[in-house]
């Protein structure tokens, strides 16, 4: 995308806009939140000479977002041979950060773990013929423009390509040369009537870019008449808004979702620098309306890939009543190698929480195959083999215990070494494929990110 479009985004929203929002966040209880005093400090330096009101207003902050490489200079220190190198990446990948999310910046740490998701990074571009445009393989399963069924009960509604940030680790990047539009009313019309006519659809993901962008009004046109439909029972938003631009989750917004439950919300959080008192009282903001939040956050290298950082992370999201769903392996995606870890790296992670925190704390690691495969969930192995009817475990301190399977009335015992006629090694492989938490379906991927 070019700067142009980034104008023509700002146009888009502003069309798509009757009245600037209340945007009344309730401060009246404090939010759990990281003790990070970054965001307030920066605030002062940086936007001291902004007015509440319009601090509050996701659309001050919409419109007065950073796209440039000469503007963020003013805020973070860069060198002229830098400023030139990220120009470049910029003409590729374009760049946009909300003053809300750039408060959140160590700005004298240039490997400060939210500049890495918000601020272009000449690798984007230095890592030429890495990755691929597309790895998912998502531009394929339209039914009409914008609606996308992968598998049988879910469709995607892809209402805009608009979105607060272009984080750095996107895996759409792709779009962003392209961006700035919003779909129009007749097109929105098509792909309810294709709802409409397929009734085996029963749960409908909202998505982009980010839904969230378009005006509370304009989404209520859709959520309404989805809300309609008999056998759509429930409706799923994603969306990055509570992390980087809190301000829109206001009352009007809240109280619009409120009306159409049941409405699930995926946000994605990546660091708990980001966990902020203003995205916390967003959460809170949706929760007491009815509207349960999930998060679905990305491993990246030098942002969270630790153990410490995800504890912190997920413990953090707790705090402020917010589940942790998805912790994804990156996807393979031409300008975002440098972000890349290994699944050796994720795996460790969880097996550092596991046992060591609440089991409600570690969310579900998974691999996002390419070629549109879907999501296969990881964890480290725990069984580590069977005799018989006796299964080995070792448990997250690596102590050893055995356990008893029950006998099987009017089968035959199973022969050491396998089980029900399939080799050990295959119930081991399988065992490790799906958690003990949870089945992760092949849900359509385009859910999983805002
Ligand atoms: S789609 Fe999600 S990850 Fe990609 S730029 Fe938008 S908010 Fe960020």
New binding site residues.
């Given amino acids: 995308m070019t700067q142009s479009n980034i104008v023509m985004q700002e146009k888009a929203l502003t069309s798509a806009e009757e009245e600037p929002p209340s945007a009344a966040i309730s401060e009246t209880e404090e939010p759990p939140s990281s003790k990070s005093t970054i965001g307030s400090e920066n605030r002062k330096r940086f936007f001291g000479h902004v007015t509440e009101g319009n601090w509050k207003d996701w659309r001050w902050h919409f419109r007065n977002r950073i796209t440039t490489i000469d503007e963020l200079s003013k805020f973070i220190p860069l060198s002229g041979k830098e400023q030139s190198r990220l120009k470049l990446v910029a003409t590729k990948y374009p760049f946009a950060v909300t003053p809300h999310y750039l408060t959140l910046i160590n700005v004298d740490d240039p490997n400060d773990p939210i500049r890495k998701q918000a601020i272009p990074s000449f690798d984007e571009i230095g890592l030429v013929g890495m990755g691929q445009e597309d790895p998912l393989e998502e531009a394929r399963d339209s039914l009409v423009p914008g609606l996308v069924q992968r598998y049988p009960d879910r469709a995607l509604m892809v209402l805009t390509?608009i979105?607060?940030?272009?984080?750095r680790?996107?895996?759409?990047?792709r779009?962003?040369k392209n961006g700035g539009w919003v779909r129009k009313a007749a097109e929105i019309e098509t792909m309810l009537d294709e709802i409409r006519r397929r009734k085996i659809i029963r749960d409908v993901i909202i998505?982009?870019?980010?839904p969230l962008t378009l005006s509370t009004h304009r989404l209520e046109e859709v959520i309404s008449k989805l809300r309609q439909i008999e056998h759509v029972e429930i409706i799923r938003i994603?969306?990055?808004?509570p992390v980087?631009l809190p301000q829109r989750i206001d009352d009007e917004l809240c109280a619009m979702l409120s009306k159409y439950g049941p409405i699930w919300l995926n946000t994605?959080f990546n660091h708990p620098n980001e966990i902020t008192p203003e995205s916390a009282a967003a959460c809170d903001k949706l929760l007491r309306s009815g509207i349960p939040v999930n998060n679905q956050s990305?491993l990246l290298r030098g942002v969270n890939d630790s153990v410490d950082t995800q504890m912190k992370l997920c413990q953090g999201l707790l705090k402020t009543k917010v589940r942790p769903y998805y912790l994804f392996q990156a996807d393979e995606v031409q300008g975002t190698e440098h972000l890349r870890t290994t699944v050796e790296a994720g795996l460790k992670i969880i097996e550092g929480m596991r046992g060591y925190t609440s089991g409600i704390a570690i969310p579900t690691y998974v691999v996002d195959l390419p070629g549109g495969g879907g999501k296969v969930p990881l964890q480290p192995e725990y069984l580590i083999s069977q005799t018989g009817d006796t299964l080995t475990f070792r448990n997250y301190q690596g102590r050893i215990f055995h356990y008893r399977e029950p006998k099987l009335i009017g089968q035959s015992p199973p022969k050491n070494g396998q089980r029900n006629g399939r080799k050990t090694r295959s119930v081991l492989t399988q065992l490790m494929l799906f958690t003990e938490e949870e089945k992760v379906r092949d849900e359509n991927r385009a859910v999983v990110?805002?």
């Fill in positions: 390509d979105c607060p940030m272009f984080c680790h996107c895996t759409r990047k779009e962003w998505s982009g870019g980010d994603g969306t990055r808004f980087v994605h990305v990110r805002s």
